[in-house]
């Protein structure tokens, strides 16, 4: 099946630092991955759409200048969190769809635990 | 863009009973319907999914079922067990949104024994 890792799985970061999450399809090529946030028993909010090639594209609300994607190869896309605050401690995930797999389904990374003191 | 709207928020049953979770969308173009379990500090686990030219799919325990008029579906999950305990999520997609995934806010299910 459609594997996707994350990496750090969990980092603690000082106030103003920042830090770089890596989202990897293992055997598949994804040209689209999506980044996710999602705070202690809250639903995953969609923060972007990660395209391999070109820009990433936002949603309303968040920051492209705080949260910087680069989309670097179709197995990698990169979230750097950007003068990281406490505020911005959450559970980041991100996700892939699998062609090879029916239609719009989607494969979740692990996710990364971020703690900013 | 598309809003999903999940209830109940928290749902508790006894071993052996039947859940049910709904959920709500607004954009008529959505046609992917997936619902999530999410245990806590995991990601995501797709339990089941249905696409709009379908009405309703089961899989053993499992049930979903889809009104497009209404624009609503619904999660059945009949015999419960103690390790159904998760928090559910359902979630809608369209190829008019990318195929980006909007996620209800939710439902803490507890099965008791």
């Known amino acids: 099946g459609a594997v996707v890792s994350q990496h750090p799985s969990r980092v603690i970061c000082k106030s103003g630092t920042s830090v770089k999450i890596e989202c990897r399809s293992l055997?598949?090529?994804?040209?689209?991955m999506f980044w996710y946030r999602q705070f202690p028993k809250k639903s995953l909010m969609l923060m972007a759409t990660s395209n391999e090639g070109s820009k990433a594209t936002y949603e309303q609300g968040v920051e492209k200048d705080k949260f910087l994607i680069n989309h670097a190869s179709l197995t990698l896309s990169t979230l750097t969190v950007t003068s990281a605050h406490p505020e911005d401690s959450s559970f980041y995930i991100c996700?892939?769809?699998?062609?090879?797999?029916?239609?719009?389904?989607?494969?979740f990374g692990p996710g990364t635990r971020l703690t900013v003191l | 863009g598309e809003n999903v709207e999940q209830h109940p928020s928290t749902l508790s049953v006894q071993e052996g009973d039947s859940a049910v979770i709904k959920c709500t969308y607004s954009d008529s173009a959505s046609n992917y319907f997936p619902w999530y379990k999410q245990e806590l500090g995991k990601r995501p686990q797709l339990i089941i999914d249905i696409r709009s030219n379908v009405g309703e799919k089961k899989d053993q325990r499992i049930a979903v079922t889809l009104n497009k008029t209404a624009k609503h579906f619904s999660l059945h999950i009949t015999e419960t067990q103690p390790e159904d305990s998760a928090v559910y999520f359902c979630?809608?997609?369209?190829w008019g949104g990318g195929n980006k995934l909007t996620f209800g806010t939710g439902t803490q299910l507890k099965v008791e024994l």
């Open positions: 979630a809608a997609s369209g």
């Open positions: 996700s892939a769809p699998f062609s090879g797999s029916h239609l719009n389904e989607q494969f």
């Open positions: 055997d598949f090529q994804a040209t689209t």
